[in-house]
């Protein structure tokens, strides 16, 4: 994979080297782990630059390092999840400023938004256009912060970001990009031009489904004086052994998309024009609506594909009680796929987002956003190709 790199070294040399600088005491090629909550002052205030593992930790610190090289950002904030780090970009917000955001979102960043930050005075505003002239329309005087996935959850559109952001800038505001499911081994929002990147790196960060974290990384530095206040007072910070195996996630992670984009593009091909399907999505299919957009701002389509029940000639039948019905025997059959939330690791996962990721929107609104009870969004593990495909073969003849 090759994409415009914002220094050198490299993307895969940078993802093993940055932050992971041999110890000095030792010369351990590995970083000792930094498990301490506190550290020995030689005087009051006179310390080695780490007082409290919330306000900061060497480990952390490696792996904050280590995201802001690889997304081309100046700096980052490493939080306990991807929710922490998303509400840590939202509370620098204040009461009557406006959120622009297009509506195929994580279920939990829609429940953020509504739920939570709506209730403290902020005004979330949702498109289903995701055109920049909506957003256009949209972005006003009071506009703070326009929020954009791409590709989205769970429907993989492709926004475009660079347009997105001379729209947000010449407003006055800020373009916050959600790069979980292309990860920086496939797309650069900051070079771009968005302000924040926001990762769960539970997901391809960590990539082996056993962590929870989130980072927020920012173009310019002096946008993460706020978010590492609020890292530091709201406390919601990873414990260094999450830290630890998200950055050895990272010394695979270029390898390891290039296997989830291979595997992915080939069940999608393989599932295209199948008689129980209404829809097969993945953003470097010739026949997404994206297409183009995706292969000019992507370096290759992603881990995820999207599949939708119904009768493909009945564009209106995806969203019967038959195809809802269908999606859950097929969910209930696959073998190797582990039915479950998450996406991102090496092991297939298959999900029902209007019953499990997406249940916290409301379902009129989930169902007029696309999100139905006949769609499955699948990520696409790091397997034998073979043995997915004849698993989801097996699991279509049962739905």
């Known amino acids: 994979m090759s994409h415009s790199e914002p220094t050198s070294p490299r993307f895969a040399t940078r993802a093993i080297h940055v932050g992971q600088e041999p ?29 409290y593992s919330r306000s900061g930790n060497p480990t952390r610190g490696g792996l904050e390092r280590a995201l802001a090289s690889l997304e081309g950002g100046s700096a980052c904030a490493a939080f306990a999840s991807g929710s922490a780090a998303t509400a ?3 509370a620098t917000l204040a009461p009557g400023d406006k959120v ?19 209730g403290f005075g902020l005004v979330p505003v949702f498109t289903d256009d995701l055109s920049p002239a909506s957003f256009q329309a949209l972005v006003d005087d009071h506009t703070k912060l326009v929020w954009i996935e791409t590709p989205t959850n769970p429907l993989l559109r492709c926004l475009d970001i660079a347009a ?8 006055g505001a800020l373009l916050a ?57 709201m406390g919601g910070v990873p414990g260094p052994f999450d830290c630890y195996l998200q950055h050895r996630g990272l010394k695979t992670l270029a390898l390891r998309m290039e296997r989830h984009c291979e595997n992915a593009m080939a069940l999608a091909r393989h599932l295209q024009g199948h008689a129980r399907l209404s829809a097969v999505v993945y953003p470097f299919l010739e026949d997404h609506p994206d297409y183009e957009l995706a292969r000019r701002q992507m370096c290759d389509g992603g881990g995820m594909v999207t599949i939708v029940f119904g ?13 809802g019905l269908s999606a859950i025997r097929f969910c209930q059959s696959l073998k190797v796929f582990a039915l479950a939330e998450s996406l991102g690791g090496v092991e297939s996962l298959a999900c029902h987002p209007a019953i499990m990721t997406h249940a916290s929107i409301p379902p009129e ?35």
């Open 88 to 90: 840590a970009v939202f």
């Open 365 to 399: 609104v989930r169902e007029a956003r696309g999100v139905t009870d006949g769609l499955v969004r699948l990520s696409v593990g790091i397997e034998d190709i073979a043995d997915l495909i004849a698993d989801v073969d097996q699991a279509l003849s049962q739905a």
């Open 23 to 51: 110890d000095p005491m030792t010369g351990a090629t590995v970083p000792p782990l930094h498990l301490s909550s506190t550290f020995t002052q030689e005087s009051p205030g006179r310390h080695k630059g780490y007082e």
């Open 177 to 233: 990009v959600d790069n979980t499911f292309a990860t920086p081994a496939l797309q650069l929002p900051i070079g771009l031009g968005a302000d924040y990147v926001i990762h769960s790196t539970t997901k391809y960060i960590g990539g082996h489904s056993d962590l929870i974290g989130g980072a927020v990384i920012v173009k310019d530095a002096s946008l993460l004086e706020r978010i590492s206040f609020l890292q530091n007072a």
């Open 164 to 171: 997105l952001a001379k729209i947000t800038h010449e407003a």
């Open 311 to 323: 009768d493909p000639s009945n564009s209106g039948g995806h969203g019967s009680n038959s195809a």
């Open 100 to 118: 622009v955001a297009y509506s195929d979102v994580y279920g939990g960043t829609y429940r953020l938004l509504k739920d939570v930050f709506e």
